[in-house]
């Protein structure tokens, strides 16, 4: 699947306790709106060598839809064309600085997309209409060698965005009918009629991976790995549902007939209604689950290991009839268990780099299912502190190694903000328990994740900088106001390289 060439994975020594910081790339310091995969990566990578660290966490890495969320991308299989790096787009002569001479004024600590999309994709078909004209012969064999090795999913990801672009942007329920299930035949026809969109859709794809595979090997070279992360569900309005609609329990119009979500829980009390259509899982075990490993497949060409949150939906998943206003009225239906990770194994080999997203209402049978292929599950301090109960996230309880210890999640406040909102009791207990005056809670509770038994131990970046709920990434449930979180270059101190390099150290990362 990769259509250039990468540097092998750093091979880790068996049992190695890891450690690492969480940061998708739309957070760094960059001087266009939104972080990319230009010089403030790189530096992050810097950074994260120069401290110690040696994994590198990421959210889903797709084109983001509706309320900017890369867990509602309009594919599994397509980059994020708003990481593409414009100054790297300059060193491939693509892009000049008169390009960028109408660049509006940005905030530096947070992405106000609307603008950014705006002013990323005028830069975006700027390089696409210098690339008909480029001289560099090596891009162009580049670009075409990547058109044949992809194009199992570039191909209908391409027609699909520029159809939405020809339908002003409307979810592909609202097209026409012809376009809406096309044959192959109506794809051919509409594939002709769009080719110049199509065209720009698939350099766009080519730049993202180029990009991406680059920084890769920028960080492979300095041991670092990466962690990727999907959602199980994909997005209504996405390529891959009215593509694949065989793929997803939809009624005769192409409409869900009941939607995802997750029970009551911690973060809501009327459960989550996601809204993602559901999966027909005979149909993918009738087919041997060739979309799954396909899609297992290529995350993997792109990251070193992979998160797949929400993983208790393989074992039982919360299904909601579609015209539910709320989560509560679903009810749990079996998935297809272990029947579709031997499945993967079949294609893709039996020591899968997964891990497991194993948070909410976990089972007996959920567990049993990750421990079967020995997929390490997810340990998040704030959950285990913030119950005076619960006990499995509290280090000193851990019983397995093969577990992978959070400060918090993305989905989580930050552990400043979090430590603010706490009732007195709780922050005696953490106080005792870290030897601590509280002060700087987020660095104890990274100190807490080394200290414990678990071999990989991650922390978002907002909790090396200590900062509080403004910098929070995700509030489930809430629509807006999320994913804009930034830092800038300074945030990144000798001071706080040396203290996170010294505990490191400390407890044998």
Not at 50 to 57: E, K, N
Not at 169 to 184: A, F, H, I, N, V
Not at 198 to 222: G, N, P, S, T
Not at 315 to 337: D, L, Q
């Amino acid at each position: 699947m990769n259509t250039i060439l990468t540097k092998e994975t750093p091979k880790k020594k068996p049992g190695q306790r890891l450690s690492g910081i969480l940061v998708h790339p739309t957070s760094f310091p960059s001087p266009y709106g939104i972080g990319d995969l230009g010089q403030g990566a790189y530096d992050f990578i810097d950074f994260l060598e120069a401290s110690g660290q040696h994994l590198w966490q990421v959210l889903p890495l797709g084109p983001t839809g509706f309320g900017d969320s890369p867990y509602q991308g309009f594919s599994a299989f397509a980059g994020q064309p708003l990481l593409i790096s414009p100054e790297k787009l300059m060193e491939m002569d693509l892009l000049t600085k008169e390009d960028l001479a109408s660049m509006p004024e940005w905030d530096d600590r947070k992405t106000d997309y609307g603008p950014v999309i705006t002013f990323k994709t005028k830069l975006l078909k700027a390089a696409f209409a210098t690339f008909h004209h480029t001289p560099d012969k090596t891009l162009l064999e580049e670009f075409d060698i990547f058109r044949e090795a992809e194009k199992s999913w570039l191909e209908d990801y391409c027609l699909f965005m520029a159809g939405k672009d020809a339908h002003e942007g409307r979810c592909w329920l609202e097209w026409e009918d012809d376009l809406k299930s096309p044959t192959p035949a109506v794809k051919k026809i509409w594939a002709e009629k769009l080719a110049d969109e199509i065209e720009y859709y698939q350099f766009v794809q080519f730049i993202f991976q180029k990009q991406w595979m680059e920084l890769r090997d920028y960080a492979h070279d300095r041991e670092i790995e990466i962690i990727g992360d999907i959602p199980i569900f994909v997005a209504l309005d996405s390529c891959d549902v009215w593509a694949g609609k065989k793929l997803f329990q939809l009624d005769s119009k192409g409409y869900p007939i009941s939607v995802a979500g997750v029970p009551p829980d911690y973060f809501s009390a009327t459960g989550q209604l996601w809204g993602n259509p559901l999966y027909d899982w005979e149909y993918h075990q009738a087919t041997d689950y060739q979309w799954w490993v396909e899609r297992i497949r290529r995350q993997l060409a792109l990251v070193d290991y992979l998160r797949i949150d929400h993983f208790r939906g393989f074992e039982a998943y919360w299904s909601v009839p579609a015209e539910e206003e709320t989560a509560i009225g679903g009810k749990w239906v079996k998935g297809p268990c272990e029947d579709l990770f031997l499945a993967i194994q079949k294609q893709l080999g039996t020591d899968l780099p997964i891990f497991a997203e194993d948070l909410g209402v976990i089972t007996p049978e959920v567990e049993q299912l990750r421990d079967m292929f020995c997929f390490p599950g997810m340990k998040v301090l704030q959950f285990g502190f913030g119950d005076m109960t619960d006990h499995n996230y509290i280090p000193h309880f851990y019983t397995s190694t093969n577990c992978i210890c959070y400060t918090g999640t993305h989905d989580n406040d930050t552990t400043m903000g979090w430590y603010s909102q706490q009732p007195d009791e709780i922050k005696d207990r953490i106080r005792r328990y870290g030897n601590t005056d509280g002060n700087r809670v987020s660095l104890d509770f990274i100190r807490f994740c080394f200290s414990s038994i678990a071999q990989y131990a991650i922390f978002p970046i907002q909790d090396l900088l200590m900062l509080g709920s403004e910098a929070r990434m995700n509030t489930p449930g809430v629509a807006a106001a999320n994913w804009s979180f930034r830092y800038t270059a300074q945030d990144l101190t000798k001071e706080r390289r040396e203290w996170l390099l010294q505990t490191t150290r400390l407890y044998n990362r």
